[in-house]
Structures are given as structure tokens and as C-alpha cells.
């Protein structure tokens, strides 16, 4: 038993390798946890609420809501009338639209990123102040899902008879992509802000030569004028 524990006393430290693939087993970890977003919010029957999501280029994103209409006289939500329905526009970040169109009261809404950024995803009902049940308070469920997470792997399997080991395979390939849009995502973000550093910096720095110029071309105006004065007044 001494030997034992001798042996363990001296077993070198974890070497940075096993701590490299730690942290990208977390990294991983974190980033498929963030990758699905399911909330529900409420809104006013004419009012608008838009989210913002980041999404890689030539991403595919998947949206699922369903929506649930006040009952004041029973107090709590009930399923929406078929007629009120939900209007879905999407924009890149370069603020052209890219998804607009009317559904109903629940249903599914898809699209493909073109361009990597921030992407603003908006819905509203078709209610409008003339409608008889204006002024009411809407519940929509929303549930976003981005990249391979948004792939219905059970259909994919049946439509293409995959085994089950080549469903994961697939899985896998899937997945690594994901992850490489998101590391040139993160990259093209680096080199954004990289370069938005830069050009604030060049700006600093003609800002101060422009002080610069303007103090001394300041003082050479008084000197100048002082000198007239004192020749006007003969004390030179």
C-alpha cells in the first residue's frame, strides 16, 4: 500500500493536451446548449416584438410558435380563433428582408442565412384595430432552432433508410460543420471589431494633429495681432 501511494504521489499533472481537449469539450458543451431557444412572450394584438439572433452564413434556422388568446371572462389564456394569424418578416443584418410572410395561428417558419451577423426576427398578428378582438393580450410560444439542431434526424433517417450508425455519423459531420461556421463567424466578428478599433484610433489620432493645427495656427493669429496692435499704438 506504500508503494501505491508512492506511485500516486509522484503521477505527473493532467500535461496541456488533456486541458486543451477540456476546454473544448466545455466550449462545445456551452455552444450546443445556447444553440435552441424556447420562450414565450406576450403581446398586444397590433404590437410588434422582434428578436435579435446571431447566426453564421449559410445557416439554416427553424421557428415554431403557437399562440394563445386572453379569455377575460375565464382568466387565462385559450387557443387563438384559426383566423388570427401571425405575420413573420426576418431581415439580415444588412437590413434586406429575407422572410415575409403570413401564417397562421400556429405553424413553422424557415429560412437560410446568407450573410453572418446579427439577424432581426419580427412577428405580429393580422389584427387590426378594427378587429373584434383588438386591444386583446396575446401568449406566443416561440421556439428557434439553429444550424443541424434545427435537422428532424428521425424523418432523415426514414426518408434515406440510414442505419443507426450512420445516422450518427451523419450527426457528427453535421455537427463539425456547425462548428466551423461558428469559428468563422467568431473570426469575421474578430476582424470587425478589429478593424472598427483601428479606424476609431486613425480618427483619434487626425483629431489631435487637427487640435494640433488649430492651437498653433491660434497662436500665431494673436501674435500677429498683438504686433499690429503695438505698431498701431507706436510701442514698437
Known sequence: MAAERGVRGVRPPPGPRLGGMMRTLLLLLLWFAARGTALYFHIGETEKKCFIEEIPDETMVIGNYRTQLYDKQREEYQPATPGLGMFVEVKDPEDKVILARQYGSEGRFTFTSHTPGEHQICLHSNSTKFSLFAGGMLRVHLDIQVGEHANDYAE???????????????????????????????????????????????RVLWWSILQTLILVAIGVWQMRHLKSFFEAKKLV
Open 156 to 202: 432523415i433517417a426514414a426518408k434515406d433508410k440510414l442505419s443507426e450508425l450512420q445516422l450518427r455519423v451523419r450527426q457528427l459531420v453535421e455537427q463539425v460543420e456547425q462548428i466551423q461556421k461558428e469559428q468563422n463567424y467568431q473570426r469575421w466578428r474578430e476582424e470587425r471589431f478589429r478593424q472598427t478599433s483601428e479606424s476609431t484610433n486613425q
